[in-house]
Nanobody
Framework: QVHLVESGGGLVQTGDSLRLSCTAS??????YAWFRQAPGKEREFVAA????????YYADSVKGRFFISRDTVGNMVYLQMNSLLPEDTGVYYC???????????????????WGQGTQVTVSS
């Protein structure tokens, strides 16, 4: 059975940094992504690794502040979040897929495996 487990969320102040971790067990996927969901809003794409640890994609709102990476040995995916803003607040989800295509990597419907989420709250 596949499990994705996120950790590393918390309450921080504007300008602080956090590193989220996602541990995948049960199988290895070719593509991983982070999404987030704020209260009353739809789940939105944050960052993705597409079929390789070198193919990285980011939402415009986090480009230059957030960085996605992967540890293939430990089958873990990370999201380093710097210069956090109040609008970064939300539940952050790890997602995975082995059938992802490039044109749909920003759609949450393209991912079949999800973690339970970790809360990130940025105070002003």
């Amino acid at each position: 059975q596949v499990h994705l487990v996120e950790s590393g969320g918390g309450l921080v102040q504007t300008g602080d940094s956090l590193r989220l971790s996602c541990t995948a067990s049960g199988r290895t996927f070719s593509s991983y992504a982070w999404f987030r969901q704020a209260p009353g809003k739809e789940r939105e794409f944050v960052a993705a690794l597409f079929r390789s640890a070198n193919n990285k994609y980011y939402a415009d709102s986090v480009k230059g502040r957030f960085f996605i990476s992967r540890d293939t040995v430990g089958n873990m995916v990370y999201l380093q979040m710097n210069s956090l803003l109040p609008e970064d607040t939300g539940v952050y989800y790890c997602a995975a897929s082995s059938t992802l295509i490039l044109s749909s990597l920003r759609s949450h419907q393209s991912y079949g495996s999800w973690g339970q989420g970790t809360q990130v709250t940025v105070s002003s």
